[in-house]
């Protein structure tokens, strides 16, 4: 029978920590990598430190594309990596990470439906966005999540409502510069 090595100990504590010792996580998740420099969770949270706490976001790209490296089904480092490149506007990307990550075993897809919806919120493509939040709806087990998820469709319906106004104003604007055009 095998026990859990103290690598895995040491990952755990880490985990543990995050977020509130980061000193005492950094410690450990180094230990980790040095001694076990193909462990993907390690990789993975190191990456999130380094883009949460750290805001060294080629480091942490670097992480993640690392975790990826070790393990392709680690479904973790899809969520945290696809919303560093919509955070940076690489929405292509970003799609990209999250059609792979959908086809992970033990995925969360509403969470990656969502994350999709957030890339076509950033596309400015608010109908396709309020439609993939209404499917993570759909496939979510978490009452919490779902009231969320009615918050992201109201603040879409906000930016919509902006939108129009803001095209009314624009289209008025250039009616007026023609009519002004014509008279001079």
């Keep these: 029978m095998m026990g859990i090595n103290s690598y895995e100990v040491m990952y755990i504590q880490a985990k543990d920590n995050y977020p509130y010792d980061v000193h005492e996580c950094i410690e450990k ?3 980790v990598i040095a001694a ?3 462990h993907a969770g ?4 190191m990456g999130q430190i380094y883009n949460e706490q750290l805001q060294n976001y080629e480091q942490a790209e670097y992480y993640y594309r690392m975790t990826l490296y ?12 696809a919303n560093l490149l919509i955070n940076h506007n690489r929405l292509e990307e970003a799609l990209n990470i999250i059609d792979i990550g959908l086809k992970v075993s033990g995925i969360d897809v509403a ?10 919120e950033r596309f400015e493509m608010y109908t396709t966005a ?9 496939r979510c087990f978490n009452n919490s999540f779902m009231d969320g998820m009615d918050e ?7 930016k919509m409502k902006l ?12 009616k007026k510069k023609k009519k002004e055009k014509k008279s001079s």
């Design 130 to 138: 309020i439609e993939y939040f209404i499917d993570a709806k759909k």
């Design 29 to 31: 998740l180094q230990y």
């Design 111 to 120: 969470q990656m439906i969502y994350l999709k919806g957030i890339l076509y």
């Design 152 to 158: 992201h469709i109201k603040r879409v319906k906000k």
């Design 70 to 81: 070790l393990d392709k089904n680690y479904a973790p480092v899809y969520y945290q990596y």
């Design 163 to 174: 939108f129009k106004k803001s095209n009314k104003k624009d289209d008025k604007n250039k």
């Design 36 to 38: 076990d420099d193909e």
């Design 42 to 45: 390690a990789h993975c949270l």
